[in-house]
């Protein structure tokens, strides 16, 4: 893993991490994004990121999973 693929690692988890206390705080997002001195675009943009991670790494097990199951047979 290079340089850039290790910052992108460390910031989908800073930002996991973020969402997770914002969501959890019972707080409006707005609200808690401007007490704690968070934009709402670099909010919304980790969001999604994370999302697409997520959903990426859901698509490479089940291929994964499918490919066993397929050569098992």
């Given at each position: 893993?290079?340089?850039?693929?290790?910052?992108?690692?460390?910031?989908?988890?800073?930002?996991a991490a973020i969402i997770k206390e914002c969501r959890s705080s019972g707080m409006k997002i707005l609200q808690w994004l401007e007490i704690n001195n968070i934009s709402k675009d670099q909010y919304y943009y980790w969001q999604k990121k994370l999302k697409e991670t997520c959903i990426d790494t859901f698509e490479r097990?089940?291929?994964?999973?499918?490919?066993?199951m397929y050569v098992k047979c």
């Open positions: 893993m290079n340089a850039k693929e290790l910052e992108t690692q460390h910031n989908l988890k800073k930002w097990q089940v291929a994964t999973f499918v490919e066993m």
